[in-house]
């Protein structure tokens, strides 16, 4: 069984940095698509950033890059959202989800598996 578990949540400042983890555990990820989506209050579910396992090929949300860098440990099964140049408007849940796919997907339908989620909050 699939299972997926995000950390490195938490409280920081506008323009501070977060690094966000998600562990991939149960089977192989090498022909997986790893996605990030967030959630802030009120809002749906948004995409933020997509890469396949090997890293050969990211997406990203277009307010967050050059801010948000995903990144994966293949030995560790872990992929990693570095999240710079924090702001307010980030603030969400964030979620780590996997698909099993052949290119990358941006939306929540397209992806089977799905982390807890972990708390970010951007203070002003």
């Known amino acids: 069984q699939v299972q997926l578990a995000e950390s490195g949540g938490g409280l920081v400042q506008a323009g501070g940095s977060l690094r966000l983890s998600c562990e991939a555990s149960?089977?192989?990820?090498?022909?997986?698509?790893m996605g990030w989506f967030r959630q802030a209050p009120g809002k749906e579910r948004e995409f933020v950033a997509s890469s396949t396992w090997s890293g050969s090929n990211t997406l990203y949300l277009d307010s967050v890059k050059g801010r948000f860098t995903m990144s994966r440990d293949n030995a560790k099964n872990t992929v990693y959202l570095q999240m710079n140049s924090l702001k307010p408007e980030d603030t969400a849940v964030y979620y780590c989800?996997?698909?099993?796919?052949?290119?990358?997907?941006?939306?929540?339908?397209?992806?089977?598996?799905w982390g807890q989620g972990t708390q970010v909050t951007v203070s002003s």
């Open positions: 989800a996997a698909t099993r796919v052949d290119f990358i997907r941006t939306r929540q339908e397209d992806y089977a598996y």
């Open positions: 149960g089977r192989t990820f090498i022909n997986y698509i």
